[in-house]
């Protein structure tokens, strides 16, 4: 079982900025990809963003130009540097972590615990 370790949310004021980090306690640096998402009560889970270990990124629209996705290899470690936040960020962030196999029936899906972040206005 892979464990996934996520640090880094909290409270800060709109305007300021955070950075979490997701540790995996397997090897991330081939066939990976990793993500964050987030979810508030009411609203569907939603991917946040996400770099495969070819390090290609995907943001989703509501964050674009304002966090940024990275990942060290050699740290098995994921971290989403979010800037300029906004209250409509207020969610719990949760990395996932996907390994694919050269068969895809042997693909592995994890999930962190999640960490809350919170905006103020």
């Known amino acids: 079982q892979v464990q996934l370790v996520e640090s880094g949310g909290g409270l800060v004021q709109a305007g300021g900025s955070l950075r979490l980090s997701c540790t995996a306690s397997?090897?991330?640096?081939?066939?990976?990809?990793m993500a964050w998402y987030r979810h508030t009560p009411g609203k569907q889970r939603e991917l946040v963003a996400s770099?495969?270990?070819?390090?290609?990124?995907n943001y989703s629209d509501s964050v674009k130009g304002r966090f940024t996705i990275s990942r060290d290899n050699a740290k098995n470690t994921v971290y989403l540097q979010m800037n300029s936040l906004k209250p409509e960020d207020t969610a719990i962030y949760t990395c996932?972590?996907?390994?694919?196999?050269?068969?895809?029936?042997?693909?592995?899906?994890?999930w962190g615990q999640g960490v809350q972040v919170t905006v103020s206005s």
């Open positions: 770099v495969s270990s070819d390090d290609a990124t």
């Open positions: 996932n972590a996907k390994w694919f196999a050269l068969s895809s029936k042997y693909d592995s899906n994890y």
């Open positions: 397997r090897s991330i640096d081939s066939r990976n990809t």
